[in-house]
C-alpha cells in the first residue's frame, strides 16, 4: 500500500494483521495496486520513493505459524494436525521456490489432473501458501518502523500520528482464531523444530526462544 499524499509505504507481512491495518488506511491508498505490494513492487517502491516513511509489522514466529496453519484449516486447504503442518512447512522452507514449483506440478503431487491436498502431496502449494509461511525477514528490508502484532494498537496509533494520519480505531480482519493459545500447540519438539526453522526471524526481530 502506499500513499503519494501522505508519503507513506505500507509492507505487509503476511499472518500479522496486515489486513486489517490495510482496511483502515485504505481512505489514504492513491497507489492504483488493487492487491497491495509484494516483493518486486514493494523494492521498486522503496527506491523509488526514499523520502517516504516505509513500516511493517512482525509476529512472534510461533505465534504466526500457529495462526497460518488455523487460516489454511479454516480456508480447506487441509485437515492437518500442527505438527503435520510443521513437517510441510520444514520442506517448504528447504527448497527454492522453482524447485517447489516443479515438485508441485510432478506427478507424485498431482491425480488425474487435479493437485493432491496438502496433506497428500506432503507439502504446501508454493503458489498459495507461499506467502504465509516465509521469512517476515523477506518483506521488512527497507522499512524505517517495524511495529509488533504484541503491540498492534500502540505500534498503528504511532504510525498514525508520525504521519498525521486521523484513523481513530484498527479495524480487525481475516480472523483465523479459535480463541486458543499458540503455546498450547507446541511441546519441546515442535519449539525446537519452528525456533530452528524461522531462526533469522528470531535473531533479527528479538524473539526469544521460550515460548
Not at 522453482?98 to 506432503?122: F, H, Q, V
Request: glycine share 6%; charged share 25%.
Amino acid at each position: 500500500m502506499i500513499s503519494h499524499t501522505h508519503k507513506f509505504i505500507f509492507s505487509h507481512v503476511p499472518k500479522v494483521a496486515g489486513t486489517s491495518i490495510e482496511i483502515s488506511l485504505r481512505p489514504y491508498d492513491d497507489s492504483g495496486f488493487k492487491w497491495g505490494l509484494r516483493n518486486d513492487d514493494l523494492g521498486n517502491a522503496i527506491a523509488k520513493h526514499k523520502d517516504y516513511l516505509v513500516f511493517g509489522f512482525v509476529r512472534n514466529p510461533y505465534d504466526r505459524l500457529v495462526s497460518a496453519w488455523k487460516m489454511s484449516r479454516v480456508n480447506g486447504k487441509h485437515d492437518m494436525s500442527f505438527r503435520d503442518y510443521v513437517t510441510c512447512v520444514s520442506k517448504f522452507l528447504s527448497h527454492d521456490y522453482e524447485t517447489l514449483i516443479k515438485l508441485y506440478r510432478s506427478s507424485k503431487c498431482w491425480k488425474n489432473g487435479y493437485p493432491l491436498t496438502m496433506k497428500d502431496a506432503g507439502f504446501l502449494d508454493p503458489v498459495h501458501d507461499k506467502y504465509h509461511t516465509v521469512y517476515q525477514s523477506n518483506f521488512t528490508y527497507g522499512c524505517k518502523f517495524i511495529g509488533r502484532y504484541e503491540s498492534l494498537s500502540e505500534d498503528f496509533k504511532l504510525v498514525c500520528k508520525l504521519l498525521r494520519l486521523n484513523v481513530d480505531d484498527l479495524r480487525r480482519g481475516n480472523k483465523s482464531g479459535d480463541g486458543s493459545n499458540y503455546k498450547e500447540h507446541y511441546d519441546k519438539n515442535l519449539q525446537y523444530q519452528v525456533y530452528e526453522m524461522y531462526k533469522q526471524d528470531f535473531l533479527m526481530f528479538g524473539y526469544e526462544y521460550r515460548l
